[in-house]
């Protein structure tokens, strides 16, 4: 019988460590994000965009619209998001949108940019060559955000459509 508690418990040990680990692993704030959040953030996107202009996401826009809007109505501090927190919702919920779009469309998207350097008369092989390499400098840091943002894809997922409309349909 004491055997199979200490068999038992070695399990359950082993099974509790498993667990720690996972969590351990899980990005930072994996877990912070809920819909709620995402979904106040896409509104606040939609809300802003006519003061602040069209929102294309990237590492320094979260500080530069909740300095912007602090000058204006401060619509997203009214919201309940410090700068801290607007940076981590906001990127997380445009991480999970990353994360969301089918691989298809992320190859066809970057190949059609390097295809149109390519294809620039006025560009010498040595500036086609450095522009490739800048462009492959952003594929390569646009699939570690998207990676970044698996643990989102799902709550981030019901605020797809309007996600799209906001950044993919704008850029066409």
């Not at 469309?105 to 450095?130: D, M, N, R």
Request: proline residues 4%.
């Amino acid at each position: 019988m004491g055997r199979t508690r200490t068999g038992k418990a070695r399990v359950a040990a082993m099974f509790a460590a498993a667990l720690a680990v996972g969590i351990a692993m899980q990005p930072a704030g994996a877990l912070a994000l809920t819909l709620k959040e995402a979904t106040t953030v896409v509104d606040l996107i939609e809300a802003l965009e006519p003061q602040l202009g069209d929102f294309a996401y990237d590492d320094e826009i979260a500080e530069y619209w909740f300095e912007e809007d602090s000058y204006g109505e401060g619509w997203i501090a009214k919201a309940g998001f410090t700068a801290e927190t607007w940076n981590r919702a906001l990127g997380e919920t445009m991480r999970g949108f990353m994360a969301l779009m089918p691989d298809a469309e992320v190859e066809a998207t970057f190949a059609g940019l390097k295809q149109g350097i390519e294809a620039l008369p006025q560009l010498t092989e040595a500036q086609k060559a450095e522009a490739l390499a800048a462009i492959d400098e952003e594929i390569a840091s646009f699939l570690a955000r998207r990676a970044e943002g698996e643990p989102f894809a799902p709550i981030v997922k019901p605020l797809e459509d309007r996600l799209r409309r906001l950044t993919l349909d704008e850029a066409e």
